[in-house]
């Protein structure tokens, strides 16, 4: 909360410059598709429904991103904050601007026909039966779990209060979960300012 989003903050692109060119040196010529966290995600994606050829998990699509640039992109100073370390953990995380959400906001399989109206516009995406959905208690928020986000809860530089998710998932044990969780709020009160109000990490069972 009390968040003040920039553009950039010149010690955060020269983490991000460093971050980024050691992963594209460590992952050079890998084969990210075998890497076991990567592989979890996939497995998941698979399980409901989704390609994950086409529907890359996030924490995957913005490594591949990475490798291939040697560079990470720049969006705002809280958005690449959390990137930087879903990128170096190759967990999928994603904030949520807070004052557009109507609370609460659940993990729930679609029951299909669900919309999700993306991030720069376009048409809306529909969701299968199947699927996973954040959602809050009016829209969908984010399709396939971690791999698309709704337009309407955009984190920008108006952005004062955020949810952020850190998804584990796999071999990703909870410890691991709460590390980059903690790791990601430093870096965003770092680099934006505010203060973290409340944390948690919630087990949930998403066998149908």
Partial sequence: SGLKVAQNHPELDGLKANTAEALAVRYQGANLGSLERIK??????RAFGADPGKRNPSA???LRRIVRDRAMGTINTLVDAYN???AEAIIPM???DLDQLHLPV???FAQGGELLYPIGGGDA???EAGELLYSDQERTICLDFNYRDADFTKVTMETRNV?????GWGTV???????MLDLAVSRIIRFCGGALLYSAVIYRDIQR
């Fill in 94 to 96: 994603a904030a949520y």
């Fill in 60 to 62: 995957e699509a913005l």
């Fill in 106 to 108: 659940e993990l729930h």
């Fill in 163 to 167: 949810l952020l998710f850190v998804d």
């Fill in 40 to 45: 979890a995600y996939r497995e998941l994606y």
């Fill in 84 to 86: 930087l370390t879903s």
């Fill in 173 to 179: 044990t909870a410890d691991e979960v709460q590390d």
């Fill in 125 to 127: 995406i529909p969701a």
